[in-house]
């Protein structure tokens, strides 16, 4: 990674400002980088981060966008379940970013957004731009979607917001948290010394575990099942939960889905996959649901919702349901993203990883040996083959079929997908094949996701690979900027079907309720007549591009080149035309 190296003083630089204190505790709490877009506000934030800090633990990163400077910290939570810096400009800066923090907190995924307001003291502010960049209440923007914010107000102040800031974004349910500095703080030279802390004694919260009792009964249940199921939801990248889920299954003998909203946790080629991981069930999905006697959900996201798609009756379920989730943690009134109350036999109060590792030597116990899968297979996935006219054109589901045959040599990081992505051709073996969605289903996050988990999987010796749609690429492309300054490689491929095609399907289902004609539906959506030039935005960011590509012919020789491009250490951009449509066709309102 390419890093910019200070000039350094001839002697040491002692702790002497309030923002020195700042960056003290940001390399005290342990963050590794810090993305920023710059302003005013936290200038002397700033300084101290190069002339104290010398620019090194935590590293910046320059972004053009404060979208982009929240979407690679989430990335980069993504890809490590650690949380990244991000350094926004006082209360425009927070404005721009908090789409993305909305992103990441609906993702609960962890972050340290770092912001600035003021002077607070209204003396020290400058006629004009300090006041209107100066806020009473900053926090209050971006409450609803963190889990906890601070404005300190004194050098100790600041020591102790970031203590708490970092134990309190690192536990489960993970979600961002906002440390707002004043800006006449951050330039007060400090009155009397400042002792930081010894992290050692501040260590990281743990979560809770579910009782002895209830994981004894939950291991009856699964195991007097006939057919049990298991919904794996959110989970670590950690490949030892990875190995106790898969172990889990084969010892219950249990059908298993998984969510591509949400990070791989379970071999997609595996025999007990019931149904390719996909936005919406697929017939085998609800065969699955509706045939389970026993259902153990570990924080799948939207319960409910994904029992709708088989019963509106949700509460008639046949199967005992176990719910395991820490998320009631954090829902509150503005968003609803708590989603529809699912029936649930058993509420289980822990994180999904630890609740399974304590669960599987009971049932293993209980089971003494025997194993309940006979080694049917229930995977029914499609085989990995092109559409019939691939020749000529691309469907959107040939890209998926591309990189799965193509992928033999690399060790792939997914970093985004579609929503016209199907599942059902390329495989996730590992828990950093895939890095799930964006969280809050707000553009512009695509391409800043995968310059964080590029950052993240540094010297990893995996490549990261990122499907992104047309839409989501042009709002956020200024991110592939700063993959092209720090030398940070990732291969991004437009599925580009020159529309807000989603909104066409949506226009179209209004019209046949309304009796209108859908020949209208593209009208204010597509994109096209000009079409922007995908490949030419890339390379003006610095990033080598080609497109559009045409034919899958084509489109299997542009990835082989961006895979070796991007092995060399490269960033590379390819822009797909594809056919509008989607693999698996998302619901509309009224369906």
């Known amino acids: 990674?390419?890093?910019?190296?200070?000039?350094?003083?001839?002697?040491?630089?002692?702790?002497?400002?309030?923002?020195?204190?700042?960056?003290?505790?940001?390399?005290?709490?342990?963050?590794?980088?810090?993305?920023?877009?710059?302003?005013?506000?936290?200038?002397?934030?700033?300084?101290?981060?190069?002339?104290?800090?010398?620019?090194?633990?935590?590293?910046?990163?320059?972004?053009?966008?404060?979208?982009?400077?929240?979407?690679?910290?989430?990335?980069?939570?993504?890809?490590?379940?650690?949380?990244?810096?991000?350094?926004?400009?006082?209360?425009?800066?927070?404005?721009?970013?908090?789409?993305?923090?909305?992103?990441?907190?609906?993702?609960?995924?962890?972050?340290?957004?770092?912001?600035?307001t003021g002077p607070v003291a209204p003396e020290k502010r400058r006629p004009w731009i300090d006041w209107i960049h100066t806020a009473k209440d900053q926090g209050a923007l971006i409450r609803d979607f963190v889990k906890w914010d601070d404005e300190p107000r004194s050098p100790e102040g600041i020591?102790?917001?970031?203590?708490?800031?970092?134990?309190?974004?690192s536990v489960e349910p993970r979600s961002p948290v906002y440390i707002c500095l004043d800006a006449g703080l951050q330039e007060e030279k400090l009155a009397r010394p400042i002792e930081l802390p010894d992290m050692a004694r501040y260590p990281k919260l743990a979560s809770p575990r579910a009782h002895d009792d209830v994981i004894e009964a939950v291991a009856e249940t699964l195991i007097a099942a006939e057919r049990p199921l298991l919904l794996i939801g959110r989970g670590s990248r950690s490949q030892a939960t990875w190995d106790r889920r898969v172990r889990l299954a084969e010892l219950l003998g249990a059908s298993v889905l998984t969510s591509i909203r949400e990070r791989a946790a379970f071999p997609t080629d595996h025999p007990l996959l019931a149904a390719p991981p996909s936005f919406w069930l697929a017939a085998e999905g609800k065969a699955a649901i509706g045939q389970a006697d026993a259902i153990l959900s570990l924080d799948w996201v939207d319960l409910n919702g994904l029992f709708q798609q088989v019963t509106r009756r949700t509460s008639h379920l046949?199967?005992?349901?176990?719910?395991?989730?820490?998320?009631?943690?954090l829902h509150r009134g503005w968003s609803m993203d708590y989603f529809g109350v699912p029936p649930a036999d058993v509420n289980v109060q822990s994180g999904p990883d630890s609740f399974v590792e304590h669960l599987l030597p009971v049932i293993e116990r209980k089971l003494?040996?025997?194993?309940?899968?006979?080694?049917?297979?229930?995977?029914?996935?499609?085989?990995?083959?092109?559409?019939?006219?691939?020749?000529?054109?691309?469907?959107?589901?040939?890209?998926?079929?591309?990189?799965?045959?193509?992928?033999?040599?690399?060790?792939?990081?997914?970093?985004?997908?579609?929503?016209?992505?199907?599942?059902?051709?390329?495989?996730?073996?590992?828990?950093?094949?895939?890095?799930?969605?964006?969280?809050?289903?707000?553009?512009?996050?695509?391409?800043?996701?995968?310059?964080?988990?590029?950052?993240?999987?540094?010297?990893?010796?995996?490549?990261?690979?990122?499907?992104?749609?047309?839409?989501?690429?042009?709002?956020?492309?200024?991110?592939?900027?700063?993959?092209?300054?720090?030398?940070?490689?990732?291969?991004?491929i437009v599925s580009n079907n020159r529309s807000n095609f989603n909104d066409e399907i949506h226009q179209e289902a209004v019209a046949k309720v309304r009796g209108r004609p859908v020949e209208n539906r593209w009208i204010g959506q597509r994109i096209d007549d000009p079409?922007?030039?995908?490949?030419?935005?890339?390379?003006?960011?610095?990033?080598?591009?080609?497109?559009?590509?045409?034919?899958?012919?084509?489109?299997?020789?542009?990835?082989?080149?961006?895979?070796?491009?991007?092995?060399?250490?490269?960033?590379?951009l390819i822009d797909a035309h594809v056919t509008p449509g989607y693999s698996s066709p998302p619901l509309s309102r009224g369906e």
């Not at 910019?4 to 390399?27: F, I, K």
């Not at 046949?318 to 943690?329: E, Q």
């Not at 610095?542 to 990835?559: F, K, R, S």
């Open 1 to 116: 990674m390419k890093s910019d190296t200070p000039v350094r003083p001839n002697a040491d630089v002692e702790l002497g400002w309030g923002s020195d204190v700042a960056a003290a505790m940001v390399r005290k709490i342990g963050l590794k980088y810090l993305a920023l877009n710059p302003g005013a506000s936290y200038r002397g934030f700033h300084d101290s981060l190069v002339n104290y800090l010398g620019n090194d633990a935590p590293r910046m990163l320059l972004c053009l966008h404060e979208d982009h400077v929240v979407s690679i910290a989430h990335g980069y939570a993504k890809a490590t379940d650690e949380p990244m810096g991000a350094v926004l400009h006082s209360n425009v800066g927070l404005l721009h970013g908090s789409m993305g923090i909305f992103n990441a907190y609906c993702d609960r995924m962890p972050m340290v957004v770092i912001g600035a």
């Open 159 to 169: 020591v102790e917001a970031f203590i708490r800031g970092m134990q309190i974004t």
């Open 368 to 492: 003494a040996g025997k194993v309940k899968w006979s080694g049917d297979v229930r995977n029914k996935t499609r085989a990995a083959v092109y559409s019939v006219n691939a020749a000529k054109e691309i469907a959107p589901r040939d890209i998926e079929v591309a990189l799965q045959k193509l992928r033999a040599g690399y060790e792939i990081s997914m970093a985004h997908v579609t929503i016209g992505w199907s599942g059902s051709a390329y495989h996730f073996h590992g828990p950093l094949d895939f890095l799930g969605h964006d969280g809050g289903a707000g553009l512009a996050a695509g391409p800043g996701l995968t310059v964080g988990a590029a950052l993240a999987l540094l010297d990893s010796g995996r490549t990261v690979v990122s499907v992104l749609g047309d839409g989501d690429f042009l709002q956020g492309v200024t991110a592939l900027w700063t993959a092209a300054r720090y030398q940070l490689p990732a291969l991004f």
């Open 531 to 572: 079409a922007p030039d995908l490949a030419g935005l890339a390379r003006a960011q610095g990033v080598e591009a080609e497109g559009p590509i045409q034919t899958v012919p084509e489109l299997e020789d542009a990835i082989r080149r961006g895979l070796e491009i991007v092995a060399a250490g490269k960033p590379y």
């Open 318 to 329: 046949a199967a005992k349901v176990t719910h395991v989730s820490l998320d009631a943690a």
